[in-house]
């Protein structure tokens, strides 16, 4: 049976609890790289990477996990199904953080961050009922249409991030293409189980295209500050190609808005 309000998650206080710390902590961690940026990344290249980043983090991660625990605690279906992704970026981006980061005080706090939101996401995925999200979603988005592009994006960024893997030294470049190669393999898992409109495809579906999306505009907003922050040219070449690959990953997005906004009208 369908339902205007999200169905109720277990475990809700814990999860609420371990969101509020994870945000705390980010603001710490990205406060700090703003601030003292001279001291935290010792190299010209981690200062070009992650002084921008930081930036990203605190106007668009702290927002969207905040903003869905928000909704969610309010039975808000966008809450309940982007908390998850917002999650999932937090920790895709400390996952580049710890790797990219020499062994000091820092990297423990970037892997904290990483573990705590993948177990949070974990423990919020196993807390929902998926069951009743499947009834309320189906035939409200374009199933197979969201599900080839989020299998797409995945397998095409872990095998693009393969390469990249042996041919850098280590680096930015190189944490990156590890966090895509611990991630990816979620995006082509969810986009499996929504082609096949299993209850879990649903569940995930949203929130991985949600976070799909903020990275694409997470990565965005990066290009633009870069000149302002590091002090080095403006990339429109790969603005470009972001933005384009980022449209492609938005329409499959906004289906999904779309068929949560009509249950929720309904």
């Not at 809700?12 to 990344?41: P, Q």
């Not at 988005?141 to 042996?166: D, H, N, P, T």
């Not at 965005?220 to 933005?243: C, H, K, N, R, S």
């Amino acid at each position: 049976m369908k339902t205007t309000h999200f169905p109720p998650i277990q475990n809700l206080a814990w999860l609420t609890g371990a969101s509020v710390l994870i945000a705390v902590l980010m603001s710490a961690a990205s406060l700090s790289g703003i601030f003292f940026a001279d001291v935290l990344y010792p190299g010209a290249d981690l200062r070009r990477s992650f002084l921008s980043n930081d930036v990203v983090n605190l106007g668009l991660g702290l927002p969207i996990l905040l903003g869905s625990v928000f909704l969610a605690r309010k039975g808000n279906w966008f809450g309940g199904l982007f908390w998850p992704g917002a999650l999932l970026y937090v920790a895709y981006n400390y996952i580049a953080y710890a790797v990219a980061m020499p062994f000091t005080w820092q990297f423990v706090l970037y892997l904290i961050l990483a573990l705590l939101s993948g177990l949070t996401v974990y423990r919020l995925l196993a807390s929902l009922d998926v069951e009743t999200i499947r009834q309320g979603l189906q035939g409200q988005v374009a199933e197979r249409f969201c599900a080839g592009v989020l299998v797409g994006f995945g397998l095409l960024f872990f095998v693009m991030r393969i390469g990249v893997l042996f041919q850098q030294q280590a680096g930015p470049e190189t944490a990156v293409a590890v966090a895509d190669l611990l991630t990816m393999p979620l995006w082509v898992v969810g986009g499996i189980l929504l082609w096949r409109k299993q209850a879990f495809g649903y569940a995930c579906g949203a929130g991985l295209l949600f976070q799909a999306s903020m990275l694409f505009i997470g990565l965005l907003v990066f290009f633009a500050l870069q000149p302002l922050l590091a002090d080095i040219p403006f990339p429109l070449e790969d603005f470009v190609v972001i933005a384009a690959m980022g449209a492609l990953c938005f329409v499959p997005f906004g289906l999904f808005v779309r068929g949560i906004l009509r249950l929720q009208r309904s």
